[in-house]
């Protein structure tokens, strides 16, 4: 089945810093990718996604690319705001099934 | 609200009790799933229904876990005799998709916290 591997947090960055997030998978075929993000005291909820190699999924500043060669889809924001603190999730899927990572804590400080 | 509705929200239990954790989808939405969530781990797939049907439930842990949804709309996740090891977050998600074409558009609840004593 299908599994999922991203850093491990938490992450504390100054705003305006950058951010990365790494995630790698593993799967059978071509899943679809996505990154999830859970703000303080709300569910999940899809950030973007991306459905195959090559894809660039972007919302809200953030940015991740489907690369098949290295099997990554690592999260990436230019400037990160203090609204960004958040629990990010990277997920995969071949049908109705997602498999998430274990989530990553991150904390943008004014 | 507009948006999927779980409850309680948390719960605590001793070890032997039955547990019931309630989820309203977004009306209209045909796709109901529940994840687990154990602390410090992502959500982890538990079973999925469209509409009553309850598809898959590969995931749900034991027999002492049985999930309904009876008339395609409200669905419970019921746990009986509850352990230890069923602490953790229950989440509920549904979607206007129908299975197989995983666009990841799902929305989820707040989740129920369940602590097992």
């Known amino acids: 089945g299908n599994s999922v591997t991203q850093m491990e947090g938490p992450v504390t960055l100054s705003e305006e810093a950058f951010l990365t997030i790494n995630c790698t998978y593993t799967a059978t075929g071509y899943p679809s990718l996505f990154w999830y993000v859970q703000y303080p005291g709300e569910g999940l909820q899809l950030l973007l996604k991306a459905t195959k190699a090559d894809d660039k999924g972007s919302n809200k500043g953030f940015e991740a690319t489907y690369r098949k060669e290295t099997t990554s889809f690592h999260l990436e924001k230019g400037s990160v705001q203090v609204s960004d603190s958040a629990v990010y999730f990277c997920?995969?899927?071949?049908?109705?099934?997602?498999?998430f990572g274990a989530g990553t804590t991150v904390t943008v400080r004014a | 609200g507009a948006g999927v509705s779980q409850s309680p929200r948390y719960k605590v239990a001793k070890r032997g009790q039955d547990v019931a954790l309630r989820c309203d989808p977004i009306?209209?939405?045909?796709?109901l799933f529940w994840y687990q969530q154990a602390l410090g781990q992502g959500p982890e797939f538990l079973t999925y229904f469209q509409n009553e049907a309850q598809l898959d439930k590969s995931g749900l842990p034991s027999d002492r876990f049985f999930a309904e949804r009876p008339e395609g709309s409200v669905s419970t996740l019921k746990i009986q005799r509850t352990q230890q090891e069923d602490s953790a977050v229950y989440l509920c998600?549904?979607?206007?998709?129908?299975?197989?074409?995983?666009?990841?558009?799902?929305?989820f609840g707040e989740g129920s916290r369940l602590t097992v004593l």
């Open positions: 009306s209209g939405h045909v796709s």
């Open positions: 997920s995969s899927s071949n049908d109705y099934k997602l498999s």
């Open positions: 998600a549904s979607s206007l998709i129908l299975a197989g074409w995983n666009t990841g558009e799902l929305f």
